[in-house]
């Protein structure tokens, strides 16, 4: 049950009179340089096509590990949060189809589309919370799928199965945000601010109480914790992700249609934050970085084997298993084994536990 | 002991606002699992400060009488006034923010936390910051509320312990700070000194005396030393129903009560 790591959740103020600054690991400033001067190194489709696409998922992908992984609630319906999110955007702001779009300014569009958005999930958590385990996949599922169907169907707002084209980000500070090393650093900016705030609540009274909701939703129900609310709430939380996900992944494209949104994309999501793992917020961003590598190279791959390009999906769902059949926890989990059994002595086969 | 626990409390206040209203009030309060009825028409009366002891058998129904006034099931019938207001309905987090403690018999802590952030959860959960998105800082009041409850409760050298490493008489000691979180106005301790050895037992006394004599509570006791020493009414129940109600003496003495205790024929 013991899921809390009491070395980076206890509350109390550090002791060692260090400066915060001064307490960040040192794989984190490897990490940030290399993320700060990876535009100097990589080429466009690198920085706009995987590094892009990986932080937008990933950021996506980051709700629902704060859901699942903190909250112990497994969403399908993050993905057409994201989709409310882009619709929104395209549909109040600018937009090819200018019958439908409002084309307000940005700075209107996208606080109603984030506001939407959230309305949307936290309506979808409302709903959810009333269920357990499979049953929340069940429903969750159900919106997403029902989310698909009304967006392709309905044209009087969501312009049925087209959708919306056109869809550009503002041309802010004079700088066009889709050029490859801008949307880099924008898409980079929103994943590591959804990263720290993620990590940040994890040990602040919400996120610990979400995580004692998780582990014993009577004791907090007995020391005074609606469990109800406090699960909506982390939906609530979980949407304003996905909502800055799904409009960023509408720049990108530079349009939003119901297939976006669909139920393969919604699945896609769970997969990748299965794939890193659930237990750390750094998981959603390797699995969406594994999950955009397998689906943009899986087809070269396959015919430099001399295969078929088509039996991409066949490779993908075998890398899925096997890591999933590996480590059940994800990559994380991965890593996490393989550090314990470093330190382990060769001989006894003890101290591995030891920090 | 009296300061600490008072401190930016609003105790006084609430007992004004609600006059002389019994603390808990039951009246004919039964619970019923499906045809199995674990309650039958339970009336009982106790006051804002008193201190009373729960006795009985196992299967007496205690800790199901705990459940329906705190609010982990609801009961079947009757009604549960709690400082004059009707509770029946309440959900169990209504009934704990209006100032309502309990215990659990089985500790049901977060074991991979330290002790001082079990009950810094356990301050969150009564106090307006429970969804709070900062992180308390060096200066935090319910933090430092905290610290006063695990000297409270004897567990200052473990407090940074993680729980899963305490014995299991300082996680029954946890239980109690925990229930002292914010400003109980009345509490039930499920058997707090079941399992403990002697010498945990009068310390767990000595906390239970020492606990601010406007703070009443119901205290189920197998042990009648422990019972009789920190209660000053008791309540003998058998098979689901209130037996008997009298002083320690009274119940000591109680010829039936000696029948139903010595005669075996309950468990």
Known sequence: MSIFDPAETSLAAPSDGRSWLERVPVAYWVVGLILLIMPAIAGDFMLFQIFGWTFILGLIALGLMFLGGYGGMVSLAQMSIAGVGGYMVAIFGVSAIDTISLGWPWYVAIPIALIIAMLFGTLTGWLAVRTEGIYTIMITLAIAAAFFYFARQNYVMFNGFSGFNGVLPPMLFGVDWRGAAAFYYLTLFWAALGYLVVLYISRAPFGLALQGVRDNPRRMSALGYNVTAHRVAAYTFASLLAAIGGILLTWQSAQISPGTAGIGPAIDILVIAVIGGMRHPVGPFIGAFIYVILKTYAIDALVTLGLSGERFQLLIGIAFLSIVFWSPDGIIGLWDRLREDRKRDPLTGRGGEEP | ?267
């Open chain 2, 1 to 267: 002991m009296n300061a600490v626990l008072d401190a930016g409390s609003t105790i006084s206040e609430r007992l004004g606002a609600t006059g002389t209203a019994n603390a808990l009030e039951l009246k004919g309060v039964s619970k019923y699992f499906g045809a199995l009825a674990a309650l039958i028409d339970i009336d009982i009366t106790v006051r804002p400060s008193e201190r009373r002891a729960v006795l009985g058998s196992n299967g007496a129904g205690k800790t199901t009488l705990f459940n329906c006034v705190a609010g982990d099931f609801p009961a079947t019938t009757g009604s549960i006034r709690f400082f004059g207001e009707d509770i029946t309905r309440f959900p169990p987090h209504e009934r704990i923010r209006r100032g309502l403690r309990r215990t659990y018999q089985i500790s049901l802590l977060f074991t991979g936390l330290t002790v001082l952030d079990n009950i810094f959860l356990a301050c969150i959960g009564v106090s307006r910051s429970r969804f709070s998105f900062l992180q308390p800082g060096r200066d935090d009041a319910l933090m430092a509320s905290a610290e006063n409850l695990v000297r409270v409760v004897h567990l200052e050298d473990a407090k940074d312990e993680q729980v899963a490493t305490l014995s299991y008489g300082q996680q029954r000691q946890l239980e109690i700070a925990m229930a002292l979180a914010g400003a109980p106005r009345f509490i039930l301790f499920d058997e707090p000194a079941a399992g403990l050895s002697p010498a945990e037992r009068s310390e767990l006394i000595e906390i239970l005396v020492g606990l601010p004599t406007h703070m009443g509570f119901i205290i189920i006791e197998h042990d009648m030393d422990v019972a009789l020493r920190v209660a000053e009414s008791v309540t003998m129940m058998h098979n689901g129903r209130i037996f008997k109600e009298g002083s320690p003496a009274e119940i000591e003495d109680d010829p039936e009560v000696q029948a139903l205790y010595l005669g075996g024929e309950v468990g």
